[in-house]
């Protein structure tokens, strides 16, 4: 009969299995804490690529239109968050038919992407009853 620790059993138990437990949950719970803030900082840029053209404000909310390489990209956001309610954002490339993502969110509606090449764009935003509607832009 063999007991635990024995020579030639093949398997140690003791103090290391509980030991290399603690450290992965150590490195695990300080990676955790390195990328939180970096992820929540980075979520409105992860939603569209391309730089910034325009943000479009109004009484309940705000519409932020990106642009890269021929393409915009619209997220409407509210002023107050986390209640679902009813949001959309619209982008129509010049000669084409409108994008629209709309229905009832908590934090925002899109995005939205078209490829517009070099032609003129028109985008909208709506949050509850207010909205914002631009004409052509970004020609």
Same mark, same amino acid.
């Given at each position: ?11 140690? /138990? =003791?103090?290391? &299995? ?9 490195? *695990?719970?300080?990676?955790? +804490?390195?990328? #939180? ?42 002023? /107050? =968050?986390?209640? &679902? ?9 010049? *000669?084409?038919?409108?994008? +629209?993502?709309? #229905? ?36």
């Amino acid at each position: 009969m063999r007991r635990d620790g024995d020579a030639g059993s093949g398997i140690r /138990r =003791g103090p290391r &299995r509980p030991a290399a437990f603690l450290l992965a949950a150590l490195l *695990g719970s300080g990676l955790l +804490v390195l990328g #939180g803030p970096a992820v929540g900082s980075a979520h409105a840029a992860a939603l569209c690529s391309g730089h910034k053209a325009r943000t479009l404000s109004f009484a309940t909310g705000r519409t932020v239109v990106y642009k890269n390489n021929g393409y915009v990209c619209a997220v409407t956001y509210p002023k /107050r =968050g986390g209640t &679902r309610q009813y949001m959309s954002v619209g982008v129509q490339a010049r *000669g084409n038919r409108q994008v +629209v993502d709309a #229905g009832r969110f908590t934090h925002h509606a899109g995005p939205v992407t078209v490829h517009a090449g070099h032609r003129c764009v028109k985008v909208t935003g709506k949050v509850g009853s207010r909205s914002v509607s631009t004409g052509w832009i970004l020609c």
